[in-house]
């Protein structure tokens, strides 16, 4: 069994193997959310033109599929992929892997994300998509562990607040497993 370490600070170790992990949301819950959710943003953005869309990657894949394609205002996508220093790293330092193809200069960019967790990775996007001079910058995310929060960033938009735990599904992994489950499942503690 392969079992790695949710955090360095984290003692409980988590069975990354479960192919059906307890669900914490429900396909048809996540569904209507992001419905919800793209009617808020096409109205919000309804008098400013066209939106960038930009993922994170990779976790973000499956909610920007289908909250861009809900949205009715008019829309690009760009990808941007980040990696934190060190897995379970407790610095929060950030690394840019893959930057933005297109020129977001003078354009109005949503940074579209799958979680939420200390905020480390979301101010570091925030702080370099700026240096590209986009016209705005606001956020999305999926999920938002509120609890965890060690810096203080803004989100625009938030699909659903869940507790201290792992999850994984609907493009979110565990040591990349599980990211093709139509909900959210929580990965169980092993000890
Ligand atoms: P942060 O920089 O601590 O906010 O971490 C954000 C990134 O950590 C997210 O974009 C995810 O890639 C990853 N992450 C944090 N919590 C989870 C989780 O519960 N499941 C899967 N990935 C997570
Ligand atoms: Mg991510």
Not at 139 to 147: G, I, P, Q, S, V
Request: glycine share 8%; proline share 5%; aromatic share 8%.
């Amino acid at each position: 069994m392969n079992v790695l370490p949710y955090r360095i600070r984290s003692p409980r170790k988590y069975n990354v193997s479960n192919p059906n992990p307890p669900e914490l949301i429900s396909e048809a819950a996540i569904q209507k959310r992001v419905t919800e959710l793209a009617e808020q943003i096409s109205a919000d953005y309804a008098d400013r033109g066209d939106v960038v869309l930009i993922g994170v990657l990779k976790g973000s894949f499956i909610f920007l599929a289908d909250l861009s394609r809900q949205l009715t205002i008019p829309r690009t996508i760009e990808f941007i992929a980040v990696s934190s220093y060190g897995a379970g790293s407790q610095s929060g330092a950030v690394r840019l892997v893959m930057d933005v193809r297109g020129n977001i200069e003078g354009r109005h960019v949503l940074i579209i994300e799958d979680i939420v967790d200390t905020g480390h990775t979301l101010s570091y996007l925030i702080g370099m998509l700026k240096s590209h001079g986009p016209a705005s910058i606001r956020t999305c995310t999926l999920l938002h562990k509120a609890e965890r929060a060690e810096v203080d960033v803004e989100i625009d938009y938030v699909g659903f607040g869940i507790g201290d735990e792992w999850v994984v599904g609907y493009g979110l992994d565990y040591a990349e497993e599980n990211r093709t489950l139509p909900y959210i499942g929580n990965v169980q503690p092993t000890d």
